[in-house]
């Protein structure tokens, strides 16, 4: 059982950058690839972007491409997301995910969310 914990959200101007981290614990990191996905009020659950059991392979939504980055650290158990040039429209609480193949679904494990909200 992985349990998983996102933080780094926050408030921030649009324009600004936050970088989300999130904590795994309880299995074997290194044999998950990782995902975050987010939620806006009112909506559907959508895919943001995936990683690799390696970190070699990465994948992006349309909307974060070129604005936002993930990345992991096996040695510290966590998976990043760095978001830059943030607009209003990112607004949403923002939640990882951990599964056997990165892919734009189909994940195991989910963390709890961190809210993000960017003012206009």
């Known amino acids: 059982q992985v349990q998983l914990v996102e933080s780094g959200g926050g408030l921030v101007q649009a324009g600004g950058s936050l970088r989300l981290s999130c904590a795994a614990s309880?299995?074997?990191?290194?044999?998950?690839?990782m995902a975050w996905f987010r939620q806006a009020p009112g909506k559907e659950r959508e895919f943001v972007s995936t990683?690799?059991?390696?970190?070699?392979?990465?994948d992006y939504a349309d909307s974060a491409k070129g604005r936002f980055t993930i990345s992991r650290d096996n040695t510290k158990n966590t998976v990043y997301l760095q978001m830059n040039i943030l607009k209003p429209e990112d607004t949403a609480v923002y939640s990882c995910?951990?599964?056997?193949?990165?892919?734009?679904?189909?994940?195991?494990?989910w963390g709890q969310g961190t809210q993000v909200t960017v003012s206009s």
């Open positions: 995910a951990a599964g056997p193949i990165a892919s734009r679904r189909n994940y195991d494990y």
């Open positions: 309880g299995g074997t990191f290194s044999s998950y690839a």
């Open positions: 990683i690799t059991r390696s970190g070699s392979l990465t």
